[in-house]
């Protein structure tokens, strides 16, 4: 491995070019673009903890929109580099300075992570650093996109080590965005899963909150967390083994509920988006509970276990150690790891670790098998079901009932049908008496849908309203869910612009979320935006979504205009409602989307589950639920 030293550093290219394009180093401007510099040089912190420096990891947002990050690793080196300038000025104001940009370098990363501190100082107002180092205290302070204002000096003596960095991000460059305590705290809590017995604190000055993260047992410890609320089988499961220099790290266990849960990261950077070892590993347990299941006569000759049935209510972390040689990834947001060797690794260590584990613990192996061969059977009853209902054989009387209140589209291409799940039967009836018969159905669901993440299996499977959408969209239930036959490519939840309204959608979600993933993994659930007002003069109506719109309006109007607040859909006659909401033309959809599996598992836990106290918090601090995109379709 080659070693950082003060002259290994590559000059290429200028810090005007990053205030140019920022969204070629940070990706974007917005909020995930603010938070990325953040990330940026916290990375630069916990890249010294897996270096073995260091323990503790601060971050504080102060009420002026500055961010301090402190460590005590080593310090960042103070020498004098061989430009003549000293190695922090080069480290901060050039763009991809430092070891771990060379052939060989200790960092690897899976996405846009490690562009640089200097980046980040391109992009704020003013950047403090001070290091603690070999007995002294030292500061360096750039101004203006990383412009030398104080030069690297002695300010005094110590004897700590560690880096502090405080910058003031240019909001200029990243408009009407500020930083989330929760975002920050979110991943902050994940760092700390991954790199056991590293502490991160989290302070946020300007509403007096303050969090701190540290795990002596790492993804054990993690798998609990996404576990916490559920009732689970048995303890953690926890393994790991090494081939050709990649190292795997497991930790799995199953709960009573029906969901699959499994995180993955190489070299601590989250692949969101699975590959290789995800494959290996859900080859392995696969492989492991079928020859356990046969070879004790669970599964007659014949019959096996999809990997579905063995992955039911299981939650998993799966952590990889991959040496920068082999190191590929693939997708467009490089969050898949693509290393064709992590397969058969991944694969191995899980099998055998699995085999060895249900050969030693009896009781649990019957219970989860017990519980993956229910899986199986129901996954075989609902497709027997499905295809009758397609053949048209069991249409019985129940199901007629069922499908009464739908309002069907009459065109056959399913793709391009939309199903609208309508609050209110009022509002469902102007809907359907104003819509495109050929692609537009209607289910006007009554009062509120049941919260699934409280109710047992027993009642959501006999809740009506349930059944109506699931009968509607055609497609099965749970593991047996295919969203390839689904009978329309959009589903959308088109509820009053109320706090009811906003319930219902986050009920509906939860059902989606826990019966229908694949639906929100495809991007085919929306969430339809009725306006607020309209507001006319004697020229023109104009719809508008929010306060901030209707002032502006006001002002391109002035003087003479009329004001009308939509309290509900119900308030609109059918041709607003299709106009403003159901009018690809002119309606405004929010495609709901599901970026991160455990994430979205422990916010439906806060928001739908029996604690009061995290879910006002978490409300207080968030307006947005998963529902990240925002375009007119
Ligand atoms: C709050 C931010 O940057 N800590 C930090 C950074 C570095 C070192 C220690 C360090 C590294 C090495 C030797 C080495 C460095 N990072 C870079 C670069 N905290 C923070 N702590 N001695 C100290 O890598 O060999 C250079 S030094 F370029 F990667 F950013």
Redesign the pocket.
Known sequence: MA??DETSIKILEGLEAVRKRPGMYIGSTDKRGLHHLIWE?VD??M??VI?G?GDAIKITLHKDGSVT???N?????TGMHASGKSTPEV?YTILH????FEEGGYKVSGGLHGV??SVVNALSKWMDVTIYKDGKICNIRFSNGGNVEIPLKVIGDTKKTG???TFLPDYEIFKNCSFSYTTICERMQESAFLLSGLTIEVVDEEDKKEAKFHYEDGIINFVEYMNENKKTLHNVIHFNGSKNGIEVEVAMQYSESFNENIESFVNHVKTGDGGTHEVGFKTGITKAFNEYAKSNGILKNGQSLEGSDVREGLTAVISLKVPESLLQFEGQTKGKLGTPEARSITESVTYEHLKFFLEENKEISLMILNKAIQSKNAREAARKAREQVRKGMGKNSKERVLSEKLAKATGKNYEKNELFLVEGDSAGGSAKLYRNRETQAILPLRGKVLNCEKASQNDIASNAELKQIEYAIGAGLGSDFDPRDSNYGKVIIMTDADVDGSHIQILLITFFYRFMRPLIEEGMLYIATPPLYSISNNKETIYIADDEELEEMKQKMKGSYKIQRFKGLGEMNAEELYETTMDPAHRRLMRVNLTDAALAEKRIHVLMGDHVEPRKEWINENVDFTLEDDFRK
């Open positions: 070693k950082y040089i630069n912190s890249d010294e270096n420096y990050i402190l460590d690793g080593r310090g960042v080196p480290i300075a430092g070891g771990k640089g501190a880096t502090m960095v």
